[in-house]
């Protein structure tokens, strides 16, 4: 495994919590969905974590991300936070009116209001220059 690694695909870096409850789950789902459907990149929120260097250095240097909590605890927030990575783009998907709950399995109509609400702040951080499309690097994790 590489600590070289870099995000690919799109233009915006998502950074999903995957916590053990379903707005957890909720924001990892929505963040595949959206890599899958073209919109930005899901990127390695652990290898952040992990304070592993390629990650952390991919994470400072992107022009675009959108970071989701599932809650307010803020896990991916305090990921961030602790690995120097300035948090821009930023999402909890409570304050989305989802309630937190022990229920893993995302449903359907919450997982359109989460990828709505990703779209709509990456919207709102849309101003940076230049637009760089991330590459990605043929390492494991993306």
Do not use: H, W
């Amino acid at each position: 495994m590489t600590e070289n690694c870099c995000t690919g695909g799109g233009e915006v870096m998502i950074l999903a919590c995957s916590g053990g409850s379903n707005v957890g789950q909720l924001s990892n789902q929505a963040a595949v969905e959206l890599t899958g459907e073209g919109f930005g990149k899901m990127f390695c929120l652990a290898g952040i974590g992990g304070k592993l260097s390629g990650f952390v250095r991919s994470a400072r240097d992107v022009p675009r991300m959108v970071v989701i909590d599932g809650c307010q605890v803020g896990c991916a927030r305090a990921i961030l936070a602790e690995a120097g990575v300035p948090l821009r783009g930023y999402l909890v998907l409570t304050e989305e009116g989802i309630e937190k709950n022990k229920n893993l399995i995302p449903q359907r109509a919450d997982i359109d209001k989460a990828k709505a609400a990703v779209k709509r702040v990456a919207a709102e951080n849309s101003t940076v220059a230049p637009k760089i499309l991330l590459s990605g690097c043929g390492c494991d994790c993306c």
